[in-house]
């Protein structure tokens, strides 16, 4: 069975610019979770989605957006991109809300 | 507040020893535990879980966990280290908490060298 799945791998925006993320989850599983992954610490949590519901959101600015689409796939949209928002982005996907969070292998966001 | 605090951010082990890495979590109700082991730009491999039931769990890879409330720890342990376990490892801790989303906080890693 295949895996979380994330496109693009790798990426390079300029600051000021938009940039979109997208997921596909484990077949099956309807929650997808976003983790922003800054190098040389730990993932921190943006968002979870849930039925295609938004039900939790880190702390992080309004410029981070997701959805979930019907078929439980996710994009996460990042707008007036700053230097700071280089890092890993990682999307996890589980059964439920509440069960083990599977990952993607990422995708790597350079903002030049 | 909700933390997880890796004491440790760099270990080295030789190959065939024993490893133990550190886990210390605050969390306000009863956790959901993890490892995680992340190999240079790759994504996040779960090693295991606790949820409830017996507080010694077993990993993929060798690997075994023991939750310890009365520390609130979450020690990770491998009899004897391979070359292949060199990577970074996260500790995680993650569940239902005042009907908040399953939101998992991290810590920050411990990064493992294996030397021969």
């Known amino acids: 069975d295949a895996g979380v799945t994330q496109s693009p791998t790798h990426l390079i925006k300029t600051r000021g610019q938009h940039v979109t993320l997208r997921c596909s989850p484990i077949?099956?599983?309807?929650?997808v979770s976003w983790y922003q992954q800054v190098l040389g610490q730990g993932p921190q949590f943006i968002f979870q989605?849930?039925?295609?519901?938004?039900?939790g959101r880190g702390n992080f600015p309004d410029r981070f957006s997701a959805r979930q689409f019907p078929n439980y796939s996710s994009e996460l949209n990042v707008n007036a991109l700053l230097l700071g928002d280089s890092a890993l982005y990682l999307c996890?996907?589980?059964?439920?809300?509440?069960?083990?969070?599977?990952f993607g292998p990422g995708t790597r966001l350079t903002v030049l | 507040a909700q933390s997880v605090t890796q004491p440790d951010i760099h270990i080295t082990v030789s190959e065939g020893a024993s490893l133990e890495l550190r886990c210390n979590y605050s969390y306000g109700a009863t956790p959901y535990l993890f490892w995680y082991v992340q190999s240079p730009g790759q994504g996040l491999q779960l090693l295991l879980k606790?949820?409830?039931?017996?507080?010694l769990v077993q990993g993929i890879k060798g690997f075994e966990a023991e939750f310890k409330r009365s520390q609130s720890s979450f020690n990770l342990r491998k009899p004897s280290v391979h070359w292949s376990d060199a990577a970074e490892y996260f500790c995680a801790v993650g569940g239902e908490y005042g009907g908040a989303t399953n939101k998992l906080i991290f810590g920050t890693g411990t990064l493992l060298a294996v030397q021969p």
């Open positions: 077949s099956g599983h309807k929650s």
């Open positions: 989605y849930y039925e295609k519901e938004e039900r």
């Open positions: 606790y949820f409830s039931g017996d507080t």
């Open positions: 996890a996907s589980s059964l439920k809300r509440t069960d083990t969070q599977y």
